[in-house]
C-alpha cells in the first residue's frame, strides 16, 4: 500500500480545491491539470504512463501546487491530506491501446473504478467518472440520449473497453446510492486536440499524421460510417460546468455536428495541403456505423454548447502536430 501526502495550499484561492486527477498525464487528463492549476487549485495527477506521456504535463513539473504520483490506480492507495475532487480519466481509450491491453483496460476500469471511488468516499469528496460513448456499442437509436442502453458485444474484441467502462458507470452509481457519495458520470463521445498521441489509433490522429508524412489515408470501410468530434477545450469547459453541477445519472459530452470519416479525411487533406491519397481497408469488428451525442441533457443541466467549428480546431490541432511531429 503506497501512502503521499496532497498538501493543502496556504495560498490558495477562495474556493480552491485540491484534486485528485487519475490517468492525469493522458490527453484529456494533462488539459484538465493545466486548467485546474491555472484556476488556483492544487493537483495531484496520478498515472502509471502506460499511455499517458511524461511531455503532456512537463510544463506544470515545477509548479508548487502540481505534483506528480507515479502509480497505477488499479492497485490500492492510501492518501493522506485533503481531497476535495476525484476525476478518474485513467483508462486506455483507444481501439490500438485497449486492443494491446486488454487485461489493463478491464482492470483499470474495474478495480481502478473501486479504488478512486474509496479514495473519494474515505475523503468524503466529490467524484466524476470518465465514462465514453462506447457504452452505446454499435447504437441501434441515433443520436444517443443518455436513456439508451446500448448495442454492445460483451465478448467482441472491443468489449474489453465498453463493459470496463459499463461496469464502472454501475459501480458509481451504487456508491451514489449506498454511500450518498456525490457523483458525477460523463459520457465522452469523440474528442481530439493537441496532445494526441502520432499512435493514437483514432482518425483524426491518424490522418494529420498520414497527411503531414506524406502517407496514404487510411479509411476503413467504406467512409461513410460518421462521427461527430468535439474539440479539447469545449470538452474542458463541459466536465468543469458538470463538476459544479448537482446531478448524478450520465451526462453526454461531445459535438453533434456529424461528418463521414471520408469528409474527415479530405478535410484533412485540404488543411495540410497534402497531396497523399485515400486508400480503403477493411472495417474493424464491431466499429460503429454511426455516432451521434443527444446532448439535449447537457444543455439543459449544463448550459453548454461545443463551440469551436471542426475547421477550426483542426486547424489548432494540425499547427501543434507539425510542431511535434
Given at each position: 500500500m503506497q501512502c503521499y501526502h496532497i498538501p493543502v495550499r496556504a495560498e490558495a484561492l477562495a474556493g480552491a480545491m485540491n484534486i485528485l486527477v487519475t490517468g492525469g498525464a493522458g490527453f484529456i487528463g494533462s488539459h484538465l491539470c493545466e486548467r485546474f492549476i491555472a484556476e488556483g487549485h492544487a493537483v495531484f495527477c496520478l498515472d502509471n504512463f502506460l499511455t499517458g506521456r511524461e511531455e503532456n504535463i512537463a510544463a506544470l513539473g515545477s509548479h508548487p501546487a502540481?505534483?506528480?504520483?507515479?502509480?497505477?490506480?488499479?492497485?490500492?492507495?492510501?492518501?493522506?491530506?485533503?481531497?476535495?475532487?476525484?476525476?478518474?480519466?485513467?483508462?486506455?481509450?483507444?481501439?490500438?491501446?485497449?486492443?494491446?491491453?486488454?487485461?489493463?483496460?478491464?482492470?483499470?476500469?474495474?478495480?481502478?473504478?473501486?479504488?478512486?471511488?474509496?479514495?473519494?468516499?474515505?475523503?468524503?469528496?466529490?467524484?466524476?467518472?470518465?465514462?465514453?460513448?462506447?457504452?452505446?456499442?454499435?447504437?441501434?437509436?441515433?443520436?444517443?440520449?443518455?436513456?439508451?442502453?446500448?448495442?454492445?458485444?460483451?465478448?467482441?474484441?472491443?468489449?474489453v473497453y465498453d463493459e470496463a467502462k459499463r461496469f464502472a458507470e454501475a459501480l458509481t452509481m451504487a456508491y451514489h446510492r449506498t454511500y450518498g457519495l456525490d457523483t458525477r458520470i460523463v459520457r465522452i463521445f469523440n474528442t481530439y486536440g493537441e496532445r494526441m498521441r502520432r499512435s493514437d489509433g483514432r482518425a483524426i490522429p491518424n490522418f494529420i499524421t498520414q497527411a503531414l508524412s506524406g502517407r496514404d489515408l487510411t479509411l476503413y470501410g467504406d467512409g461513410h460510417q460518421t462521427r461527430c468530434f468535439c474539440y479539447i477545450a469545449d470538452l474542458a469547459e463541459g466536465i468543469v460546468a458538470l463538476m459544479q453541477a448537482d446531478f448524478h445519472e450520465p451526462v453526454n459530452l461531445g459535438n453533434d455536428e456529424e461528418i463521414s470519416l471520408l469528409e474527415l479525411a479530405k478535410l484533412v487533406l485540404q488543411i495540410t495541403q497534402s497531396k497523399s491519397r485515400v486508400v480503403f481497408k477493411a472495417l474493424p469488428v464491431d466499429d460503429p456505423k454511426k455516432r451521434r451525442p443527444d446532448l439535449t441533457r447537457a444543455r439543459?443541466?449544463?448550459?453548454?454548447?461545443?463551440?469551436?467549428?471542426?475547421?477550426e480546431g483542426l486547424t489548432r490541432t494540425i499547427s501543434w502536430f507539425k510542431k511535434n511531429l
Open positions: 502540481f505534483k506528480l504520483i507515479r502509480h497505477d490506480i488499479s492497485r490500492p492507495l492510501t492518501v493522506s491530506g485533503t481531497v476535495d475532487f476525484v476525476l478518474h480519466f485513467a483508462s486506455p481509450a483507444s481501439p490500438p491501446d485497449y486492443l494491446q491491453f486488454p487485461m489493463e483496460t478491464l482492470q483499470v476500469g474495474s478495480q481502478g473504478t473501486l479504488n478512486s471511488l474509496e479514495i473519494a468516499r474515505t475523503k468524503k469528496a466529490k467524484f466524476l467518472l470518465a465514462s465514453t460513448s462506447e457504452v452505446y456499442g454499435d447504437p441501434l437509436v441515433h443520436p444517443q440520449p443518455e436513456s439508451y442502453w446500448g448495442n454492445v458485444n460483451s465478448i467482441g474484441p472491443r468489449g439543459k443541466i449544463l448550459s453548454w454548447n461545443p463551440r469551436i467549428p471542426l475547421q
